[in-house]
């Protein structure tokens, strides 16, 4: 459904994002007892700002972000952040998981698509900025949601089983029970508000309305040409900072 979208102009700029906070990073334990797992930082810089660094080279102007475990500490952290400009939305009473936590902050996102990011994910842009490449590939009348997916091969920091095929005009399909997939999904995508068109109530995740998308052909995906980290445990960490300080020694010589 969408072709690459490498020499396609950007017709649309999403200035509005979500960065998911509110993970608990039990996998990140020790180091998430006393520190939210945004604020884990690679090369001194806390995760969530990759994150928002990529939101604001991609011109949007303001963010929500869900707080949940420490929530003080993630809201002192962001405090005096301009670019963008943060909204908190609370979920320390209830983590109500990827889905309610977006369908929450929907009042704040407008109506027009936004980017959703996790904050546990780092990525190298290719040739062309990866948030630039999804708004180039956005076609509204086609898709509710379109995910940036990386070849499981090239994963860094990821231990399942992959999570998508894509057909020949690539669009994505499930990975089928007990096989395989070519590409996972990178915690990247860009979503309408209509996707959340009677959704449950409470917590649940993205992934049931990613399936109804596919239902109705609404669901589409890109590729990424950069380099994708998953930094989801201690050793992770330590993989993504080795890597990362390889590339800054040769930039350097």
Known sequence: MAADPASAPVLLRPRRAMVLAAGLGL???PLTETMPKPLVAIHDKPLIDWALDHLAAAGVEEAVV??????????AHLQGRATPRIRFSDETGQRLETGGGVR???PHLGDDPFYVLNSDVLWLNGTIPALDRLAAAWDP???DALLLLHPL???HGYEGL???DLDPLGRPTRRAEMHMAPFIY???QILHPRLFDDAPEG???LNVLYDRALSEDRLAAIVHDGEWYHVGTPQALVHTETILGQHSSMSDQ
Do not use: I, W, Y
């Not at 869900?66 to 809201?75: D, I, K, S, T």
């Open 27 to 29: 996998r990140m334990r």
């Open 186 to 188: 990178t915690g990247v």
């Open 141 to 143: 009348e086609t898709m």
């Open 162 to 164: 992959g999570d998508f």
């Open 104 to 106: 929450k902050a929907l």
């Open 66 to 75: 869900n707080l949940h475990h420490l929530p003080e500490m993630v809201e």
């Open 203 to 205: 917590p649940f995740s």
């Open 153 to 155: 091969a090239a994963a």
